[in-house]
DNA sequence: GGATTGACGGGAG
DNA sequence: ACTCCCGCCAATC
């Protein structure tokens, strides 16, 4: 098991405030898509907090409703495929609810993206 | 209060 | 594609 993450000291029954309101955001995203830290960390109105989003989520026990496997970085890339097993869980989540990775092993926001992040420029 | 850390993001080389 | 670097914020040590 991971150490714990510093920043995220799940004291248990007790959110940090605000919390909430980034799971509130993440149990908005449909089935069948992703979104990216930072647009959770935007839609629950504190732009720029991407890393608390992603805290927030770490915090989740692993019975949580909340659908944390939706919630993926600006890259396409599971962060926690880094990370261990939880990634592999998070993967085959995904690929349950019909996502496919490209060949690299990450999600074609442009397809599956919430939110689809605007093209680039031309 | 300074240094360190992290499920992040974006840019530069 | 890769790595390195910097900005960001909150919690810890």
Do not use: C
């Amino acid at each position: 098991m991971p150490r714990q993450a510093r920043s995220t000291p799940p004291p248990m029954g007790r959110e940090p405030a605000g919390w909430s309101r980034f799971y509130a955001v993440v149990r908005r995203i449909p089935r069948g898509r992703v979104a990216t830290y930072g647009q959770v960390a935007a839609l629950a109105g504190r732009p720029g907090h991407a890393r608390q989003a992603g805290y927030a989520l770490h915090a989740l026990g692993e019975h949580s409703t909340v659908p944390w496997h939706r919630v993926i970085n600006a890259q396409g890339r599971l962060t926690l495929m880094r990370r261990g097993h939880a990634g592999l869980e998070q993967r085959f989540r995904l690929e349950r609810e019909g996502i496919e990775f490209d060949a690299r092993g990450r999600v074609p926001l442009r397809r599956y993206g919430w939110k689809r992040p605007r093209p680039r420029k031309r």
